[in-house]
T-cell receptor, first 108, second 113 residues
Framework: GIQVEQSPPDLILQEGANSTLRCNFSDSVNNLQWFHQNPWGQLINLFYIPSGTKQNGRLSATTVATERYSLLYISSSQTTDSGVYFCAVYTNAGKSTFGDGTTLTVKP | EAQVTQNPRYLITVTGKKLTVTCSQNMNHEYMSWYRQDPGLGLRQIYYSMNVEVTDKGDVPEGYKVSRKEKRNFPLILESPSPNQTSLYFC????????????FGEGSRLTVL
């Protein structure tokens, strides 16, 4: 099956700093999503981004499908950005694969 | 409000006692899927369903059953739960099987003693 690798596994930032999270995947996919899992375990949709670039406030994401990677940018980080960030890829056959996540800690 | 609803949200049970985790979506989505999440890991797919009466195994189907008798519901059945099925479970749905955004329920935390 498809392999998904996220880096870095852990990231500690000071409030106000910027960061880039990476997601590499091993084969062609139909879809890619980024999620934020908050401390209560809820999965929050951030971006549905099979290709191209999207922005939503301080967050933006870019997927280069031909090179099999996606990047999530967080600018001017806030303590509420803390949590685990997952990328997930999906095939047209219905299967999905998640990366192991990047745990982000933003310190005040 | 568009949502995916799971029940129960929290459950403590004992080994061997059959249980069902329900999942219902109100968006008329064709595709539904179940995942489990264990500490330090991403979500792993258990089963998925492309439409009514169509289900397929994901990466970790052992010990689980599902059914899709109607479009809105996709229950996860643990016939004889074991402690290694202690996990956080998520249900998700989307319009289609791979090309569109997945929407997740709030999760069900299951403990098997």
């Amino acid at each position: 099956g498809i392999q998904v690798e996220q880096s870095p596994p852990d990231l500690i930032l000071q409030e106000g700093a910027n960061s880039t999270l990476r997601c590499n995947f091993s084969d062609s996919v139909n879809n890619l999503q980024w999620f934020h899992q908050n401390p209560w375990g809820q999965l929050i949709n951030l971006f549905y981004i099979p290709s191209g670039t999207k922005q939503n406030g301080r967050l933006s994401a870019t997927t280069v499908a031909t090179e099999r990677y996606s990047l999530l940018y967080i600018s001017s980080s806030q303590t509420t950005d803390s949590g685990v960030y997952f990328c997930a890829v999906y095939t047209n056959a219905g299967k999905s694969t998640f990366g192991d996540g990047t745990t982000l800690t933003v310190k005040p | 409000e568009a949502q995916v609803t799971q029940n129960p949200r929290y459950l403590i049970t004992v080994t061997g006692k059959k249980l069902t985790v329900t999942c219902s979506q109100n968006m008329n989505h064709e595709y539904m899927s179940w995942y489990r999440q264990d500490p330090g890991l991403g979500l792993r797919q258990i089963y998925y369903s492309m439409n009514v009466e169509v289900t397929d195994k994901g990466d970790v189907p052992e010990g689980y059953k599902v059914s899709r008798k109607e479009k809105r519901n996709f229950p996860l059945i643990l016939e004889s739960p074991s402690p290694n099925q202690t996990s956080l479970y998520f249900c998700a749905s989307s319009w289609d099987r791979g090309g569109v955004e997945l929407f997740f329920g709030e999760g069900s935390r299951l403990t098997v003693l």
